[in-house]
T-cell receptor, first 112, second 111 residues
Framework: DTEVTQTPKHLVMGMTNKKSLKCEQH?????MYWYKQKAKKPPELMFVYSYEKLSINESVPSRFSPECPNSSLLNLHLHALQPEDSALYLC???????????FGSGTRLTVV | ELKVEQNPLFLSMQEGKNYTIYCNYS?????LYWYRQDPGKSLESLFV?????AVKQEGRLMASLDTKARLSTLHITAAVHDLSATYFCAVPPEYGNKLVFGAGTILRVKS
């Protein structure tokens, strides 16, 4: 299995909703990442998990809450988002912090 | 701090023509990745360049890496419409686990 699977593919949520994005990989990668990408821009790093521990938080607002329940799963919990948080959210994993990143298909999030 | 610059940022090409995208980076790294992204889709890995002088080719695309000059090139030969996409280079720093992306090159191939 050489894929990173993200669900859901599309999500529309109101500003008072709570939702979660899910990411799963079975490549044995011990580093997992959340990125946010706005249109016509490169991906921006949000969080890095290394061996299931949060190692980087790029000053992301607390309305985004990551969780790594085990070495294969990564979640991003969303609460009280703003319309400007609408974007493509990408999960990635890598074998070691200098290995090639494999990206999931992404979740297209719209906040209304 | 590692910075990665790509140019051009937008490239409109005629079918059948050749062109090169450049990726410069500011600090030492011995590897570089190229990704392709179609509109609304995720990033697809194109090339992994792991050493100085590395050259990889896939179809009409060829990528190279010069770690001394801190420069990678992505050469497009005889462009076809299917190559229209956004291309990103990305560089992992020697220390730390934060992959740094270039701004991306939007490639449009016109018939």
């Amino acid at each position: 299995d050489t894929e990173v699977t993200q669900t859901p593919k599309h999500l529309v949520m109101g500003m008072t909703n709570k939702k979660s994005l899910k990411c799963e990989q079975h490549m044995g990668h011990r580093a997992m990442y959340w990125y946010k990408q706005k249109a016509k821009k490169p991906p921006e790093l949000m969080f890095v998990y290394s061996y299931e521990k949060l190692s980087i938080n790029e000053s992301v607002p607390s309305r985004f809450s990551p969780e790594c329940p085990n070495s294969s799963l990564l979640n991003l919990h969303l609460h009280a988002l703003q319309p400007e948080d609408s974007a493509l959210y990408l999960c990635a994993s890598s074998q070691g912090w200098r290995g090639l990143y494999t990206f999931g298909s992404g979740t297209r999030l719209t906040v209304v | 701090e590692l910075k990665v610059e790509q140019n051009p940022l937008f490239l409109s090409m005629q079918e059948g023509k050749n062109y090169t995208i450049y990726c410069n980076y500011s600090t030492t790294s011995d590897r570089l990745y190229w990704y392709r992204q179609d509109p609304g889709k995720s990033l697809e890995s194109l090339f992994v360049l792991l050493s100085n002088g590395a050259v990889k080719q896939e179809g009409r695309l060829m990528a190279s890496l010069d770690t001394k000059a801190r420069l990678s090139t992505l050469h497009i030969t005889a462009a076809v419409h299917d190559l229209s996409a956004t291309y990103f280079c990305a560089v992992p720093p020697e220390y730390g686990n934060k992959l740094v992306f270039g701004a991306g090159t939007i490639l449009r191939v016109k018939s």
